[in-house]
Each structure stands twice: as structure tokens, then as C-alpha cells.
């Protein structure tokens, strides 16, 4: 752990790693997408050329912030006509009915999906509760990104079989779940319960320190179990698509906004002891 800590610090604290795919014609999601990791990795995304690139954020108005941010980027290079589409598009993972309608647009108003990210995640310091009764962060980065990701599959199986927008350029959608390595940490300890998710739904149990690291552990072994059993993604065989998790590493973001900042080097110590 120490070696991807260190390794994350030199490599990923001020420049992101660049990649290159040719994803012309293709249709790329990302949620989360304003501020942070998401928007970096859809101004990357910007540069592959999609047909659609869609900003899936809970605030619109953040979301254009976002999109003017990507496209004052390549003012005056590209010609307008070939330029990918931004849109910003509506989603807010703490609302299951917002969820629900994001994949309900996806299936009506996408031709394809080649590259979803389910990237929008929070790291609470306090017990907040959703409209829908559940825990912030056990519902946005557990319940909501299982829920989208189930939602939007079909809609990934149609893409897989369409012929490429580009002749010769294959490409398998991929279903990318944003991981942390901080699951290496999880004590989990709700696991042993009878309902595992009524106990991480009661408030006496609640554990601000280690809320964040069972929450991307629970992620991890959902999207694992999905993976291996789900009938699309057990026996895709390498022609559909494809669903894995990432672990972007320990990167500067606007993560920690709500933390005081005795949580944040409380949780430092904690990061670093733990290595
Ligand atoms: N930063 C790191 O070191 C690190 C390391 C490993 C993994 N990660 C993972 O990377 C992902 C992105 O994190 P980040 O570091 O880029 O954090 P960030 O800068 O705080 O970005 C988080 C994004 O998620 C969005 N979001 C939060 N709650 C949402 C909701 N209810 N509905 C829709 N969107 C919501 C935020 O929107 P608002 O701006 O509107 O709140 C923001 O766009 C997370 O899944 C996180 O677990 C981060």
C-alpha cells in the first residue's frame, strides 16, 4: 500500500496520466463530471473525438461551468462542425427517481453508449440522509452506481453489437465503475451482519471514519459479483461489454470539501499508519 500511495503522490498529485483512444462517432458518459477526477477525465475524453460527450451532473449549472471549461480549451482548433457534442444532462445519485429517469434518457435519446464512467462518489464526515431514506454515501456510491449500472447495460449490449463509427477502429463499450484503493482499509464490519444493509443504514453505527472505505469495498465486491455473474458481463466473452473497476489513486480533487480540517489530516494519519 505504501508503493501506491507513494507512487500516486509522484505520478497522479499534478498531472493526470494522458491516454489516447480514437473514440470517433462514440458516445461517452461521464458522472460526476463538473469538478474533480470526472471533469478532468471528460476534458481527456474531449480529445478522442467522441460524437457525444454528456456531463452527467446534479447541478446544470455546474455542468455548463464545466462544459465552457472543456470547450474554451480547444477554442478556435477544431472546426465547429466536427467538434464532439457536450451536453449536459441531469443526475443527482442521491435520488433514485433521478437515476431512474438519467438511464430512461440514456436508452430514448442515445444512439450508443460506448464509455459510461460512473465516477460521481462523496466521502461524508456526518450521517446525512437522502430523499429516499438512505445514508448519503451508501446510496451515491453503492446503491445509486449499482442501480445506473444495471440500468444503462442493456443499452451498452445494443452498442456492442453496431459497427464501428470509424472503419477499422474496435472498441468494446466498457462500463467503468471509479474504485478506490482505499478499500484495502475497509474494516467492513457491518459484513457479519444479518442485513448488511440495514446496518449500514442505522445511525448509532455510523462510523464517519470508515463510512467512505466500506462504502468503495462494498462497491468493489457488487461490481465484482455483477462481473462474474450477471449474464451479460459473465459471458461476454470479449464481444460485449465490458464492466471493471478503477483506482485512480490518491488525487488532489475537490473530495474533501466538506471535511473540517482536523477530519482531513485525522484521516491522513489513518492513510498513513494504515500503510
Ligand atoms: N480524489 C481521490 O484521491 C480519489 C481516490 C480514489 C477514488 N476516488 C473516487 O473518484 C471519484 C471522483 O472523486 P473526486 O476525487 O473527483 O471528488 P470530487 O472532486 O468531489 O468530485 C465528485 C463528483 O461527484 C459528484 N457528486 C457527488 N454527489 C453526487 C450526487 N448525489 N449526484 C451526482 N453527482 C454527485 C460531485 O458533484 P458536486 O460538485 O455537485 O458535489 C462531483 O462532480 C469518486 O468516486 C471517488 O470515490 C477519488
Not at 451515491?140 to 456492442?160: C, G, R
Request: charged share 20%; glycine share 4%; aromatic share 8%.
Amino acid at each position: 500500500m505504501l508503493a501506491v500511495l507513494i507512487e500516486s503522490i509522484l505520478n497522479k498529485w499534478r498531472t493526470m496520466p494522458q491516454a489516447h483512444v480514437d473514440l470517433t462517432g462514440r458516445t461517452v458518459v461521464v458522472t460526476g463530471s463538473n469538478t474533480g477526477l470526472g471533469l478532468d477525465s471528460a476534458k481527456m475524453f474531449y480529445e478522442m473525438n467522441p460524437a457525444r460527450l454528456i456531463l452527467a451532473v446534479r447541478s446544470l449549472e455546474k455542468g455548463e461551468a464545466a462544459k465552457q471549461s472543456i470547450l474554451s480549451l480547444h477554442a478556435g482548433t477544431a472546426s465547429s462542425e466536427n467538434a464532439p457534442s457536450v451536453e449536459v444532462w441531469k443526475l443527482d445519485m442521491a435520488d433514485f427517481s433521478s437515476v431512474v429517469q438519467f438511464a430512461e434518457r440514456c436508452e430514448k435519446e442515445l444512439e450508443r453508449l460506448d464509455v459510461f464512467l460512473a465516477n460521481a462518489g462523496v466521502a461524508s464526515e456526518s450521517w446525512a440522509v437522502t430523499k429516499d431514506g438512505w445514508e448519503q454515501g451508501i446510496q451515491v456510491n453503492v446503491l445509486s452506481t449499482i442501480l445506473l449500472s444495471l440500468l444503462v447495460t442493456d443499452k451498452m449490449v445494443q452498442t456492442s453489437k453496431l459497427t464501428a463509427p470509424k472503419p477499422g477502429i474496435e472498441f468494446v463499450p466498457h462500463l467503468v465503475i471509479v474504485a478506490s484503493d482505499v478499500h484495502f482499509f475497509a474494516p467492513f464490519s457491518d459484513r457479519t451482519q444479518p442485513n448488511i444493509l440495514v446496518a449500514l443504514n442505522d445511525q448509532k453505527r455510523f462510523n464517519s471514519s470508515t463510512r467512505y472505505t466500506d462504502t468503495k469495498l462494498f462497491e468493489i465486491l457488487l461490481t465484482r459479483h455483477l462481473a462474474q455473474h450477471h449474464p451479460v458481463y459473465a459471458s461476454s466473452n470479449g464481444k460485449g461489454p465490458v464492466l471493471c473497476t478503477v483506482n485512480p489513486g490518491f488525487t488532489r480533487s475537490d473530495f474533501h470539501r466538506d471535511w473540517s480540517p482536523v477530519f482531513k489530516w485525522c484521516a491522513l494519519l489513518h492513510t498513513i499508519i494504515k500503510c
